[in-house]
């Protein structure tokens, strides 16, 4: 690493060197879940995951195992799946319904608001002298957006809506464009030998699409009439690569307002089905977000600081060179059923753990992350350069937007944010972008 006072300098803003060892590092990795994943709103799961009072779903934050529960008031709760007498976990299952959770090792049980509720023999062994309210479930904050729920184990954090800031805008063109709200379907999970970080910077990554998806390119070209994607296409595409509050987005413009806002799962046989729902929707879309986000703009790729990738779509770190991912489909809950199957389908054959697409990126992030091993390997930086000084304000989005949408100015800002977080001794020295962003329209955090 370069000479710095602070501890980490992985990451040069003028000329893109970046070092690898962060890819593999065990020390860097076990600090990184503390001061990363410690530290951050994480997505867990999605309010339709848990509609009911007495709904529990089983998710993550890092490695640290955690239940969100929806009490039975209603309230949201994400606790650590953690017994408080040894530690032992309390929850088995993926899902379920329950008022009480019962610690399968000794018996202590616990309500869904997490206070300890019975312990066996309290007064005959422990002669009274448990304190049940010292005991309760370790809590994380609870918050949602658009019906997709975050928690934050530090209590030193922003809120939510400060830590989303302006990404939101450009969220909320996926994510918060009806009244009635979306739901999500998944997940399926699988595991892959990689560095979650290489899954992360490569939503960014447009430069890769020609090559790394060459053959399912041309899959779509064959089969769905798509035209071919080429280099030249993607240097000269009028999208936007945007860099904004700690997140990574890119942004493409529609050519009309109905047209799919999808590239994964529109057909020539449903597209006619596609454009008619995205016509009767509008009115409402422009209620609700104004007439440029809701009829000239779609979200692309993009990803939610630090480990969100396209949408709720999860890379869970479980180790320097090992990430479990998790893929749901987000979809918009009034949308006609055969739209809904076709989205889940294209997005499973896409991006799922056999898509034409993320397999061909796995085998690259694997090769990345793992090239980053040998101590020959580290002398060498990696080259994120494309673009040094060609980014900066703009007068229709909000953010730092490259000159052009293929950039590698989000993966540096990606890094830098990582650093940012890793030299950070508390939130005290973490920056959050003042919001000039103008969210025209009525929706809110809340939908
Ligand atoms: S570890 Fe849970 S009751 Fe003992
Ligand atoms: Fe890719």
Known sequence: MAVSNKKYNVIDLKTGKLDSRI?????????????VFGRTWLMIGHESLVPKVNDFFHTYMGEDRVILTRDGKGKLHAFLNMCRHRGNPIVRTDVGNTKNFFCPYHGWTYSNDGSLEYVPGEEEAYYGAVDRDSRSLIAA????????????????????EEYLGDARWCLD????????????????KWIEPLNWKTAVDNCSDN??????????????????GLPRLTHEAQFESPSKHLFINGHSLTMR???????????HGVTQENRSLFEEYYRSTLAEAERRLGSVRAGKLQLGNHSIFPNGVLGLRL???RGPLETEFWHFVVLEKGM???????????????????????QDDMDNWRGVSRSSLTPLAQKYSQDLSMGVGRAGSDPD???????????????RSFYRRWEEFMNAESWEDISIEPGTADFEGTATMNG
């Open 141 to 160: 904050r609870v918050e949602t957006y658009a019906g997709i729920v975050f928690a934050n184990w530090d209590s030193g954090a922003p809120s939510l």
């Open 173 to 188: 063109v996926a994510f918060n464009r009806l009244d009635a709200g979306t739901e999500a379907i998944g997940p399926v």
């Open 23 to 35: 890819f593999s590092d065990p020390d860097i990795y076990r600090e990184e879940l503390e001061k």
């Open 207 to 224: 430069y890769h699409v020609p090559t790394t998806h060459l053959s399912a390119i041309l899959v779509q070209a064959r089969h769905f």
């Open 315 to 317: 890379a869970h770190p």
């Open 336 to 358: 006609p059923d055969e739209l809904k199957r076709a989205l889940r389908m294209g997005s499973g054959n896409y991006n799922g753990v056999a898509g034409l697409f993320e």
């Open 253 to 263: 413009m529609l050519d009309r307002p109905d047209q799919a806002r999808q590239t």
């Open 397 to 411: 989005f909000p953010g730092t937007v490259a000159e052009r949408y293929t950039s590698e100015n989000n993966q």
